[in-house]
């Protein structure tokens, strides 16, 4: 059986829960002199008033340090009283007759101290619960990909909030509504859904996979590997499709580093290009390797000496 907590939300707050310690402890509840038995049945409370059974209610009263301030005592004061009236309305009667709980995590990261009543760290796994949510409302399966657009793909799991909870995460992802500002920070979603397009659509393209070209000729002529014969020109030689497969190539490269955490930013006016990640650059070099395009050969690095030239 299952119930909505909306009930102990309000105007006035938990005063069902008293109603539900019969049923809750006994199978059966009262109505004028005629007992009616519920049977044998699992009570499954669910509901948004408090993100974790912890919060449900007032926080606990904790010492009082030696020393107090007259602000400190009223506050001290105010909790008493809440406590008092949740006592009074069976608040911890209700809480004693549960058998088991689940703090279920939505989109959004995790407070620091929900309630004031528990420690926990910094939630460093939202995006993960996006991901997986994403996958699920999707329907794919262990190994499909996302036909989803890549930006919008990054901005999802990146984003800081969601102003609704899985309300506003569903909805962005069944059709981006008109009012975004509704569900996300406007500005900051669409910063995260365009942040590649600078590099993508950037002129400096043309010399990065002209850089790729060489840097795949070079290896494979240095290990004696055999060349396709479309890419044993060089690139300006290349013929419309074989051009197109190296800035594809080439616009690959934000998509690459992000599966190790790193990202392409534009450089300082002389200064060096900066690639930020907390990951060891071993782990870097077999992702790389990992995800290199068939036929092509693992070092990029002419392709990093034009990325930096150019001024990313």
Same mark, same amino acid.
Request: include cysteine; glycine fraction near 8%.
């Given at each position: 059986?299952?119930?909505?907590?909306?009930?102990?939300?309000?105007?006035?707050?938990?005063?069902?829960?008293?109603?539900?310690?019969?049923?809750?402890?006994?199978?059966?509840?009262?109505?004028?002199?005629?007992?009616?038995?519920?049977?044998?049945?699992?009570?499954?409370? $669910?509901?948004?008033?408090? /993100?974790?059974?912890? $919060?449900?209610?007032?926080?606990?009263?904790?010492?009082?340090?030696?020393?107090?301030?007259?602000?400190?005592? %009223?506050?001290?004061?105010?909790? /008493?009283?809440?406590?008092?009236?949740?006592?009074?309305?069976?608040?911890?009667?209700?809480?004693?007759?549960?058998?088991?709980?689940?703090?279920?995590?939505?989109?959004?990261?995790? %407070?620091?101290?929900?309630?004031?009543?528990?420690?926990?760290?910094?939630?460093? &796994?939202?995006?993960?619960?996006?991901?997986?949510?994403?996958?699920?409302?999707?329907?794919?399966?262990?190994?499909?990909?996302?036909?989803?657009?890549?930006?919008?793909?990054?901005?999802?799991?990146?984003?800081?909030?969601?102003?609704?909870?899985?309300?506003?995460?569903?909805?962005?992802?069944?059709?981006?509504?008109?009012?975004?500002?509704?569900?996300?920070?406007?500005?900051?979603?669409?910063?995260?859904?365009?942040?590649?397009n600078a590099f993508k659509t950037s002129s400096d393209i043309e010399n990065l996979a002209a850089a790729m070209h060489k840097n795949y000729r070079?290896?494979?002529?240095?290990?004696?590997?055999?060349?396709?014969?479309?890419?044993?020109?060089?690139?300006?030689?290349?013929?419309?499709?074989?051009?197109?497969?190296?800035?594809?190539?080439?616009?690959?490269? &934000?998509?690459?580093? /992000?599966?190790?955490?790193?990202?392409?930013?534009?450089?300082?006016?002389?200064?060096?290009?900066?690639?930020?990640?907390?990951?060891?650059?071993?782990?870097?070099?077999?992702? $790389?390797?990992?995800?290199?395009?068939?036929?092509?050969? %693992?070092?990029?690095?002419?392709?990093?000496?034009?990325?930096?030239?150019?001024?990313?």
């Amino acid at each position: 059986m299952s119930w909505h907590m909306s009930f102990a939300n309000g105007r006035h707050r938990y005063r069902w829960l008293k109603r539900l310690l019969a049923p809750m402890q006994d199978g059966a509840f009262q109505e004028d002199r005629i007992t009616h038995p519920i049977g044998k049945c699992i009570f499954v409370f $669910a509901g948004g008033t408090s /993100e974790t059974l912890e $919060a449900f209610g007032p926080e606990e009263l904790r010492p009082l340090p030696k020393k107090t301030s007259q602000e400190m005592r %009223k506050q001290r004061e105010k909790l /008493e009283e809440k406590r008092n009236k949740f006592a009074l309305l069976k608040g911890p009667d209700f809480v004693s007759r549960l058998q088991g709980h689940l703090n279920v995590l939505g989109p959004n990261p995790r %407070k620091a101290d929900p309630g004031g009543q528990i420690e926990c760290g910094p939630d460093r &796994t939202y995006p993960v619960r996006r991901t997986l949510m994403l996958r699920n409302i999707l329907k794919l399966k262990d190994r499909a990909t996302s036909p989803i657009d890549s930006g919008l793909l990054f901005a999802l799991p990146g984003v800081s909030g969601y102003r609704h909870g899985a309300r506003s995460f569903e909805k962005l992802i069944a059709a981006l509504p008109p009012m975004l500002d509704r569900d996300v920070d406007a500005g900051e979603f669409l910063d995260l859904m365009n942040a590649r397009n600078a590099f993508k659509t950037s002129s400096d393209i043309e010399n990065l996979a002209a850089a790729m070209h060489k840097n795949y000729r070079d290896r494979s002529s240095a290990k004696k590997r055999e060349v396709e014969m479309e890419f044993k020109q060089s690139y300006k030689q290349l013929d419309s499709d074989g051009k197109a497969s190296n800035r594809a190539a080439a616009m690959r490269i &934000t998509e690459l580093l /992000e599966l190790i955490n790193y990202k392409v930013i534009v450089s300082a006016p002389r200064v060096c290009s900066t690639v930020r990640s907390a990951l060891p650059g071993r782990f870097a070099t077999d992702v $790389a390797a990992n995800h290199a395009v068939p036929g092509r050969a %693992k070092s990029n690095a002419p392709c990093a000496q034009a990325m930096s030239g150019t001024g990313w």
